[in-house]
């Protein structure tokens, strides 16, 4: 059983940075992600890695956000810089026994932690 644990979420103005990271218990996965969630709104994808590399990013959050793993670690990291309002959610940190499908798909995945909260004031 693979164990995910986020931190680094807070509350940060918009333009402002934040770096999460995701502990992971073992390293039998294929691919990781980070997925987030509003209040109301379903879950969406915000960036995925596969173990051997290929990275994927949601639209929204190109070229502010970066995913990044320390393999010899098991530690999974999003920095975000440029934060905005709208990026205000919990942030979830996820774990794919198989790399199918895709990056972004939260049915993909087969391990989730509990979250992290990330809030951005204007």
């Known amino acids: 059983q693979v164990q995910l644990v986020e931190s680094g979420g807070g509350s940060v103005q918009s333009g402002g940075s934040l770096r999460l990271s995701c502990a992971a218990s073992?390293?039998?996965?294929?691919?990781m992600g980070w997925f987030r969630q509003a209040p109301g709104k379903e879950r969406e994808g915000v960036a995925a890695?596969?173990?051997?590399?290929?990275?994927v990013y949601a639209g929204f959050v190109m070229g502010r956000f970066t995913i990044a793993r320390d393999g010899a670690k098991n530690i999974l990291y999003l920095q975000m810089n440029s934060l905005k309002p709208e990026d205000t959610a919990m942030y979830y940190c996820?774990?794919?026994?198989?790399?199918?499908?895709?990056?972004?798909?939260?049915?993909?995945?087969?391990?989730w932690g509990q979250g992290t909260q990330v809030t951005v004031s204007s």
């Open positions: 996820a774990a794919a026994r198989a790399a199918y499908g895709g990056g972004l798909n939260r049915d993909a995945y087969n391990y």
């Open positions: 073992t390293h039998t996965y294929s691919r």
């Open positions: 890695i596969d173990t051997d590399g290929p990275t």
